[in-house]
């Protein structure tokens, strides 16, 4: 009688199937962390709408109150005023000049990172002074537009001209504020200039 061996497969991956797994694992990884991504985004951006919302109110609470707006020269004009520390000591109460009661006009959670220059997504502080930065960590160019802008009627005339679209005046408000998004770029003048596409804005629809 003959007998015969029988051989066995080696069941282990070949090279090419072990660059097809790592393959496919690399597009997976990737894929989750585009979603995520998106999805911090999102969150981000309802951050900045309220806190957009916010400033609106606390410069309306601050109007009923004193009868004037906050001092913010620049608010007058495109792009607007940033919440820096001459505005945002006013709505906080620091500025006891010009919010003559000392009531704090604007809530907010501290900023993260451990100094001015790396500070985003709240209130950072400097002993007696204060200024808001918008919700993204930006680098570069821009983290120069780290900063809320807020435009108001400072001449009172019952109309605030759009940043963006100046043929289209926004009537019937004291004050608006917008944050220029993840990418901290705009274009001031042109609505739909892809600079503007990830702005923020308080007076218009869904972000």
Same mark, same amino acid.
């Given at each position: 009688?003959?007998?015969?061996?029988?051989?066995?497969?080696?069941h &282990?991956f =070949?090279?090419? +199937?072990?660059?097809?797994?790592? /393959?496919i694992?690399?597009?997976?990884?990737?894929?989750?962390?585009?979603?995520?991504?998106?999805?911090? *985004? =999102?969150?981000?951006k309802t951050?900045?709408?309220?806190?957009?919302?916010?400033?609106?109110?606390a410069?309306?609470?601050?109007y009923?109150?004193?009868? !004037?707006l906050? +001092?913010?020269?620049?608010a007058?004009?495109?792009? %607007? /005023?940033? =919440?820096?520390? /001459?505005?945002?000591?006013?709505?906080?109460?620091?500025?006891? +000049? *010009?919010?003559t009661?000392?009531?704090?006009?604007?809530? %907010? @959670? +501290?900023?993260k990172?451990?100094?001015?220059? &790396? /500070?985003?997504g709240?209130l950072? !502080?400097t002993? *007696?002074?204060?200024?808001?930065?918008?919700?993204?960590?930006?680098?570069g160019? #821009? #983290?120069n *537009?780290?900063? !809320?802008?807020?435009?108001?009627?400072?001449?009172?005339?019952?109309?605030?001209?759009?940043?963006?679209?100046a043929?289209?005046?926004?009537?019937?408000?004291?004050?608006?504020?917008?944050?220029?998004?993840?990418? &901290?770029?705009y =274009?001031? %003048?042109?609505s739909t200039?892809? @600079?503007n596409?990830?702005?923020?804005?308080?007076?218009?629809?869904k972000n």
């Amino acid at each position: 009688m003959k007998i015969t061996s029988t051989r066995f497969r080696n069941h &282990g991956f =070949t090279l090419i +199937e072990l660059l097809v797994v790592i /393959a496919i694992i690399a597009i997976l990884a990737a894929m989750g962390f585009g979603a995520g991504a998106a999805v911090m *985004n =999102t969150a981000k951006k309802t951050v900045a709408t309220n806190d957009c919302t916010n400033l609106v109110l606390a410069v309306g609470h601050f109007y009923d109150d004193h009868n !004037y707006l906050p +001092e913010a020269p620049e608010a007058g004009t495109a792009p %607007g /005023a940033p =919440t820096m520390n /001459a505005l945002m000591d006013q709505l906080i109460g620091f500025d006891k +000049e *010009n919010n003559t009661k000392g009531v704090r006009y604007f809530q %907010g @959670k +501290e900023a993260k990172g451990k100094n001015q220059n &790396g /500070a985003y997504g709240g209130l950072f !502080y400097t002993e *007696n002074s204060v200024e808001l930065f918008d919700a993204w960590r930006k680098k570069g160019a #821009a #983290a120069n *537009n780290r900063h !809320y802008f807020l435009l108001m009627d400072v001449d009172f005339n019952g109309e605030i001209t759009d940043p963006f679209d100046a043929a289209k005046p926004i009537r019937g408000r004291k004050v608006i504020a917008w944050s220029s998004g993840r990418d &901290g770029q705009y =274009t001031t %003048g042109q609505s739909t200039a892809s @600079k503007n596409r990830d702005n923020v804005y308080s007076w218009r629809g869904k972000n």
